[in-house]
């Protein structure tokens, strides 16, 4: 199984970025797909996740200014950033699990599998 993310780059406060993850998971509909981020230092925190009916899930710090999507016929979902800040940057990482319930989509343990990061920096 792989996940690949992209999409990461340097980026001025209040600007946008998306990122895509193209994941081999099969059946990819019937996964939960999901972005966490870590900033250096911090713990890895949950950022988004879109179930297998296309409910989107988001932090509340990120609320408002992320939209998560999904295309099951590309195997690929994506996180639309906009009114990027500072406290933004991190290395950005998509994962996929097909068991969990709601509850389980917010905390990191939970999920089999990961992509390698793509790094998002806000700065001037």
């Known amino acids: 199984v792989q996940l690949q993310a992209s999409g990461g780059g340097l980026v001025q406060p209040g600007g946008s970025l998306r990122l895509s993850c193209e994941a081999s998971v099969v059946p990819f509909r019937n996964y939960v797909m999901s972005w966490f981020r870590q900033a250096p230092g911090k713990d890895r925190e949950f950022v988004s996740a879109i179930n297998r009916g296309g409910s989107p899930f988001y932090a509340d710090s990120v609320k408002g200014r992320f939209a998560i999507s999904r295309d099951n016929a590309k195997n690929t979902v994506y996180l639309q950033m906009n009114s990027l800040k500072p406290e933004d940057t991190a290395v950005y990482y998509c994962?996929?699990?097909?068991?969990?319930?709601?509850?389980?989509?917010?905390?990191?343990?939970?999920?089999?599998?990961w992509g390698q990061g793509t790094l998002v920096t806000v700065s001037s």
């Open positions: 994962a996929a699990d097909q068991h969990l319930i709601v509850s389980s989509y917010f905390d990191p343990v939970h999920y089999d599998y």
